[in-house]
């Protein structure tokens, strides 16, 4: 009796998986991004939400949730219901780096969320303001070295990853800088055209069109070879500082103990998304390097980054509390 029981209570559970996961979704969804409107994130996220729109047939609405670089929106999509109707744009800063650096983090992105896949790498590039003296990196250290302390750099936010790459920055350099944390790309940028602040590292594009329009200038990009969005700016590493890199990345999650059935369902529609050609053409526009990978591969991936990022805090000594 207590058999029967059991596997009518796991057919029952198939059954109603199955009708989930054909439904899903019947109402409209919320994509939490933790950062600001034209953060890297922002846009990405915008872009899928209206590939999602279209091809799933229901409305996929973008909040922006800013705030302790990431924390508060990803904290928000933690204790959201687990159904499949709040997700969150999975970026390097609230996912691998915050593990890294705040004493007391509010989630867990491992145990906390289910990781659906990652969609795109975000290489970081380090700028000034175009009225800055600073042509190269090494006017810049020069002058962090003849001032200690005294060049500000602004981030977008307490562990980003633009905080975490001027970290490393500074550690390479054995320079150092200030630290003016701000919201958000916008933000920022405006300190840095205004005067107000010389330096910052963001994404490749995050800075794209304000270098290209001459309101800031680059120094050096953080990979491994030179960016095809702008050319003529070296490499951090082929300035001097071998091995230098620090890359961006954003993902899709949902909140821990999301059906299984829809996560499949989200996982194929991602794929089908990124293998899109005119999709991947739109974000190789907007200075994203398109990637498609499994949950499997993107969990493993975020781990590892956790790892990578706890090292640069180690030796950087950043801690946030």
């Known amino acids: 009796m207590g058999t ?12 109603a998986t199955a009708a989930q996961s054909q439904t899903y979704p019947s109402k409209p969804v919320k994509v939490i991004v933790s950062f600001t409107a034209g953060s890297a994130t922002d846009i990405l996220a915008r872009l899928m939400a209206e590939q999602f729109t279209r091809s799933m047939g229901q409305p996929f609405v973008v909040e922006n949730k800013p705030g302790a670089g990431g924390s508060v929106g990803t904290e928000q999509a933690k204790n959201a219901a687990a159904d499949g109707y709040t997700l969150v744009m999975a ?29 795109v ?59 003016i944390p701000f919201k958000g790309t916008g933000d920022a940028q405006a300190q840095l055209i205004g005067g107000q602040i010389p330096l910052m590292s963001d994404t490749v594009s995050g800075v794209m069109a304000q270098v290209k329009a001459g309101k800031l200038r680059a120094l050096g990009v953080a990979i ?7 050319p003529d700016v070296p490499t951090v590493a082929e300035q001097g500082y071998r091995g230098f890199e620090s890359v961006g990345w954003v993902g899709l999650a949902a909140p821990a103990k999301t059906p299984k059935a829809v996560l499949d369902k989200l996982s194929a529609e991602l794929k089908k998304m990124m293998a899109d050609p005119a999709v991947n053409e739109k974000l190789l526009a907007l200075g994203f390097t398109p990637v498609s990978d499994t949950p499997e591969q993107f969990a493993a991936w975020v781990k590892s980054e956790i790892a990578k990022w706890k090292k640069v805090a180690t030796d950087s000594g950043a801690k946030i509390d």
């Open 224 to 230: 491994p070879q030179r960016s095809p969005h702008l």
């Open 91 to 119: 970026g390097s800063g609230p996912f691998g780096i915050n593990p890294a650096v705040y004493a007391k983090l509010p989630y867990d992105p491992v145990k906390d969320f289910e990781l659906i896949g990652n969609m």
């Open 121 to 179: 790498l975000t290489p970081q590039v380090l700028v000034v303001g175009a009225q800055q003296p600073y042509k190269t990196l090494a006017e810049l250290v020069a002058g962090a070295r003849a001032k200690p302390g005294d060049i500000a750099f602004a981030s977008l936010g307490n562990g980003s990853t633009s905080h975490l790459t001027m970290e490393a920055f500074q550690s390479a350099a054995g320079v150092k800088l200030n630290h």
């Open 4 to 15: 029967m029981r059991a596997l009518l209570g796991l057919f029952a559970l198939v059954v």
